[in-house]
């Protein structure tokens, strides 16, 4: 599980694609389980197994909150598996 926070990353947001924030929200309203492949703060690749529960924008950038615990920042995104 990752403890990413909001105030752990930094401010260079990078606005996503309306397709991509179309596909997240598509995952959260049918309840599916993904795979997130992302770039955590120490610029390496993490992932994360779980279903989305939230996307929220917060201090100027887009977030998710995964059942794990993990809210990850949208634009650090870089693919997504679903089951």
Not at 2 to 12: G, I, K, V
Not at 28 to 47: M, N, R, V
Request: one cysteine or more; aromatic letters at 6%; glycine letters at 6%.
């Amino acid at each position: 599980m990752s403890d990413h926070t909001p105030e752990s990353c930094d401010l260079n947001y990078k606005p996503i694609s309306c397709d991509l924030n179309d596909h997240l929200a598509k995952i959260l309203s049918q309840k599916k389980e993904c795979c997130l492949t992302y770039i955590d703060e120490e610029g390496q690749f993490a992932h994360v197994r779980g279903q989305i529960i939230g996307l929220y924008a917060l201090d100027g950038a887009d977030w998710c909150q995964v059942s794990d615990g993990s809210k990850i920042r949208l634009d650090r995104i870089e693919e997504i598996a679903q089951n």
